[in-house]
């Protein structure tokens, strides 16, 4: 298949997983439906963003599309690959954060994404991509079933991949001014292309099919635990976190503010609400320090829960 052969079916395929992902969510929640708001960007290409506000579960749900063209790379796409500076370059992908409103369940996170650079004769592409769990109030069988699904999606492509994808998901998802991981992981991988262009996709369609198997089941049994002000609260501020890892660290959310890309749908990761508080410490033994204590770290859980 040529590159442009390439481009479309993999353009396909993000457009039916965006559909997919939103009808489940929407089924879910039960009460709101999707936004949506197509966008173009002046150098090239455009988007569409969904956005699920005040739903019955989800207190806000976004699930990007878009696919963008430049004319050179910047440089959160060039750090691990400075030979295509200056190179012309394409982009596509979607991109999830869900904030639910019920403390119990997990905020989440997933992202699949493919990019091109250069001219058709010497063309370079990767995949990339994954989705991590972030709870408030951390259940290990919610955890077990989330790696349990991951280590699924990597299965079929080799017994090493999961524990690798798995470990990269720990090291890029940690905030090293805080000392602790954002959450319990999943699974994260960049800069894939070493497999070949149709097992990379293969591997790129396995993670995002298998996300909502990993999440709906999570959402179903949390979602009607009953909750107050102090966990609403606690809620509120670890979400703070999640705001300093994407401003701070995130690539994606670098490479969409450098290269030009729609604000609104850049920073729709951001939670609706968020607080922080100077110096806050969980009480000891609270379920708050057990969440610090317990899941905050890198773990081998598939060995260690079962």
């Known amino acids: 298949m040529s590159t442009s052969d390439n481009v ?51 207190e806000q749900a976004g699930v990007n599309f878009s696919h963008v063209k430049g004319t050179a790379l910047p440089p959160a796409a060039t750090a691990q690959r400075p030979e ?4 012309a370059w394409e ?14 369940v997990p905020t989440t996170h997933a992202n699949v994404r493919f990019f091109s650079a250069g001219d058709d004769d ?18 290990e069988e919610d955890v077990l079933h ?32 805080r000392n602790e991981t954002r959450g319990v992981g999943g699974l994260f991988f960049d800069d894939l292309n070493d497999w070949g262009f149709e097992r990379c996709f293969a591997y790129q369609r396995s993670v995002g099919d298998h996300f909502l198997d990993a999440y709906l089941p999570i959402v179903a049994r ?20 999640y705001v300093e890892f994407n ?13 030009g890309g729609r604000t609104e749908s850049i920073l729709m990761s951001m939670p609706p609400l968020v607080r922080w508080e100077y110096n806050w410490q969980p009480p000891p033994g609270s379920p ?6 317990d899941f905050l770290r890198p773990r081998d859980w598939l060995s260690e829960l079962t």
């Not at 929640?29 to 963003?49: L, T, Y």
């Not at 010497?122 to 259940?139: C, H, M, N, R």
């Not at 492509?157 to 524990?163: D, I, K, R, S, T």
């Open 146 to 177: 989330w790696h349990r699904t991951a280590q699924k999606a990597c299965m079929p492509f080799g017994e090493q991949v999961y524990p690798e994808h798995k470990e990269w998901c720990d090291r890029y998802f940690f905030l090293k001014h």
């Open 247 to 259: 401003l701070v660290y995130d690539r994606g959310t670098s490479f969409g503010l450098q290269s």
């Open 91 to 104: 982009a596509m992908g979607v991109s999830l954060v869900i904030h639910p409103l019920n403390p119990y």
């Open 122 to 139: 010497k063309s370079v592409w990767w995949f990339g991509g994954g989705f991590d769990l972030t709870p408030f109030y951390a259940f």
């Open 84 to 87: 295509l500076a200056g190179a």
């Open 288 to 293: 708050e320090a057990r969440l610090y204590a």
């Open 222 to 241: 949390r979602s009607a635990m009953t909750w107050g002000e102090r966990e609403r609260q606690f809620q509120l501020y670890r979400r703070g976190r």
């Open 8 to 58: 479309q079916t993999v353009l396909a395929y993000l457009r039916e997983l965006q559909n997919r992902i939103c009808a489940g969510l929407e089924q879910a929640d039960g009460q709101a439906k999707f936004q949506h708001d197509s966008w173009q960007r002046a150098e090239g290409g455009g988007g569409e963003s969904r956005v699920l506000s005040n739903g019955g579960i989800f």
